[in-house]
């Protein structure tokens, strides 16, 4: 079995993706048909016998040849080359997600939409023709669903509906996980920056918690819509928007993220982005923010999955989601602390941050989101 400290040597705050070469094979098959050969005899019924000449004996025809038919079906692909296509698009959907928008914009745009329909293709075969394995259909429905999003985000035609009706789909199946998993990111994609009227927003907000009352989609998107308040500047809003989420929420083990957001905006401790502007060192935080936003949720390894990440004030946090339960992790948090604070110190990007008084926060959770361990690099 892997360890974590082992998948742990690919974690960093700048994400460096590997593009990988897909090559597909196709092959095809064809009959040729004979064509039957038409004999016919001319003959005069005024010659006379004498005239007539011996009559040709009739030349055999043979039956025409039937074509052969070949029967023409996809073969399915095996399980783990399905699983690969679906990483291989993942990974290289994120890093073309992350590249420059203004430099060939076209062919930028043209990878990512072949990339993402790989990607969608493989998911859907395997939830298709692999039904069995619980497992595996509902990473699937997760890929599927990460794939139609990204699309979705970058505005390329057809995903949103897409993302719509795949979300409605999942809903209907066994896999609920994935099913508020869909909901939420068309929640976003419908109502997160949408300009719509808050009442709106904040009743598609409650659908989406009553739908999925233990999801912990819920309080995120609670507070993302909270932030999005605050830099419009409305604070009033936002302070409202959380109080619903308290009051929605009840008992939920993600509301200590709001509770502690409402404490920051009573203390004045929440500032908007356009009175950061002149920072220059806060414009460094908000722009590695915004490289890696995009991409999220992003898989690192076969155990990790970052889920989120924030810009605070002199200070960058990084969650992620492990594959593991808290008697292994706890085994293993030793080893992930000083690896991961060892390649934050050693790594460029990194590096400069720290020296620039930035700290790193590292926040780890259960699949469930049961919170693991947190710690934070800064300079030494």
Known sequence: MMTYSKSARTFGPLLCLFSLALSLSLTGCGADSATPLDASVDENPEATAAEKKPEAKPQEVKPAETPKVTEQTQSIRPLEELTNAIEVALTDSASTSLSDRNRDSVARVASLRRQINLGIEAATDLINHYPDDQEAVANAWRARLTLLYRGAREELDGFAEQLDEAAAEVAASPHQEAAEYGSGLAFGVQ????????????????RHTKTFPNGKSSARLFLAYAKELVEKNQKADASSVCQVALWQLHDHPELVHIRR????????????????????????????????????????????????????????????????????????????????????????????????????????????????????????
Request: no cysteine; proline share 2%.
């Open 191 to 206: 109502h997160l920056h949408s300009g719509k009227p808050v009442h709106e927003v904040v009743a598609e907000l409650t």
């Open 261 to 380: 957001y409402i404490d920051q905006m009573e203390k004045g401790e929440i500032r908007r982005v356009a009175t950061r502007k002149r920072d220059i060192i806060q414009k460094i935080i908000e722009n590695q923010v915004a490289q890696i936003k995009n991409s999220l949720p992003l898989q690192i390894d076969e155990l990790t999955i970052l889920f989120e990440i924030e810009a605070e004030y002199r200070l960058v946090i990084y969650k992620y989601s492990v594959a593991l339960d808290l008697t292994e992790f706890r085994s293993e948090q030793r080893k992930i602390e000083e690896e991961v604070s060892r390649k934050a110190r050693s790594t460029a990007v990194s590096k400069e941050m720290l020296d620039k008084g930035i700290r790193l926060k590292y926040m780890y959770f259960g699949k469930d989101g049961t919170p693991y361990h947190n710690f934070i690099v800064q300079k030494l």
